[in-house]
């Protein structure tokens, strides 16, 4: 369709929600429980207000940086996200076309729709990262970290959120599963519980997740690839360092979108708190709620590295495939390059936290 008149992830959020089906709709726009945390995702990002620097050359903008070494035009990437070919047939591979035509990471998940390999072939300069969800069947678990290392992933990006999986209320009376013409494209070629089974992989798969998961099985992960590894779902300063003498690399503070435990802070809420207690040891992701340039610029105000967008490239994607999602990452670099300038800031890399403020009671 024509994506002319769309300026901003709202507009895609919006078309996409009229075009989709009910059931995809919900699947990907849900938060768990009563989406008290979903909304604060978005909503906290709202009450931070910007002390702009006036008087600046902002001719020369810098929005590159580096995430683990490799650098990214500019620091918003793709967080992952299951079941991308519910949203557009060539799913995962048109995200991935998309982030690698702007120079930035894809990260996919475990639950992607386009596999590992096939990604690697088309797009061997694609950032890539892997997703984990580290499975009961830790024989199963090495495979995957295999293929991730075969397929040039440059880091692992273990889900610690997840013991159990949040309770989508629409999942359920939507009955959700994944249709029969789609599979989980990594495991296909894996021995697993999901060959056997012909109807519901979607809940198949959910079994197939280790919820006796501590600290000590990061550790073991660390000692079975090079790769570096991050935590993906701290939300507190303690688990964070937790993370970190795990020998995790780079922390990834994340509430899952508000699909997980309802009722968590906002990600930009708790950034401060993690961001103090890693004090300069790691970098620091974050995701959760970010809708424009403006969000973006805050997170790095309050010491994130980058941040990573879920929802919003799926909106881009069901709207208008690889473009979409390309128009969607366009607009969030572009809202954050003039957003930087009209703040007089002029490096990513050097974002100030007297940048932000919270909102003054008049
Ligand atoms: C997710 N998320 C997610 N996280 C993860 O670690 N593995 C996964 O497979 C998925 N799958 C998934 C599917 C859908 C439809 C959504 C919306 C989210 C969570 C995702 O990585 C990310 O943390 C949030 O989406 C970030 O919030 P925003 O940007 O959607 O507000």
Redesign the pocket.
């Known amino acids: 369709m024509a994506t002319n008149s769309l300026v901003c992830v709202n507009d895609y959020e919006e078309q996409a929600l009229s075009l989709l089906d009910k059931r995809v709709r919900d ?2 726009s849900c938060g768990a429980d009563d989406g008290q945390t979903l909304s604060d ?1 978005v909503a906290d990002f709202r009450r931070l207000r910007l002390r702009p620097r006036m008087m600046v050359d902002v001719s020369n903008i810098n929005m590159k940086t580096t995430l683990l070494g490799q650098e990214v035009a500019f620091p918003v990437c793709v ?4 079941i991308q070919k519910l949203a557009h047939p060539d799913g995962e591979l048109a995200t991935a076309r998309a982030s690698a035509s702007l120079g930035t990471c894809m990260c996919l ?3 992607s729709t386009v596999s590992l390999g096939e990604l690697a072939e088309n797009l061997p300069e694609l950032l890539l990262w892997f ?1 984990l969800y580290v499975c009961k069947d830790r024989d199963l678990t090495r495979q995957l970290v295999k293929q991730a290392e075969r397929a040039g992933c440059k880091a692992l990006v273990v ?1 610690v959120d997840r013991p159990e999986q949040g309770t989508r209320r629409t999942s359920i009376t939507n009955k959700f599963s994944l249709p029969l013409h789609l599979s989980f494209k990594n495991l296909d070629s894996l021995k697993s519980p999901l060959q056997s089974s012909q109807n519901n992989k979607y809940a198949v798969l959910h079994t197939m997740f280790d919820n006796t998961l501590t600290w000590e099985d990061i550790q073991w992960l660390t000692t079975i690839t090079n790769l570096p590894v991050i935590a ?1 779902g701290v939300l507190t300063g303690v688990d964070a360092v937790k993370a970190l003498e795990s020998g995790c690399k780079a922390i990834y503070v ?1 509430n ?2 508000g ?1 997980q435990l309802d009722g968590v802070c906002s990600t930009i809420s708790v950034l401060s708190e993690v961001v103090k207690a890693v004090n300069g040891r790691a970098e620091v992701y974050l ?4 809708r424009t340039g403006t969000d973006v610029l805050k997170a790095l105000a309050l010491g994130a590295r980058a941040v990573f ?4 490239p ?1 909106y881009g994607l069901a709207v208008a495939g690889e473009e979409g999602a390309r128009n969607v990452l366009t607009i969030l670099r572009n809202e954050l390059k003039l957003a930087m300038q009209l703040s007089g800031v002029t490096d990513v890399q050097s974002v100030s936290r007297d940048l932000v403020t919270y909102r003054a009671s008049l």
């Not at 967080?79 to 299951?82: I, K, Q, S, V």
């Not at 995701?287 to 970010?290: N, T, Y």
């Open positions: 699947y990907y995702n967080a992952p996200t299951g998940s475990t639950g997703q889900t993906k994340s899952h979108g699909r995701d959760g709620g970010v967008v879920g929802r919003p799926l």
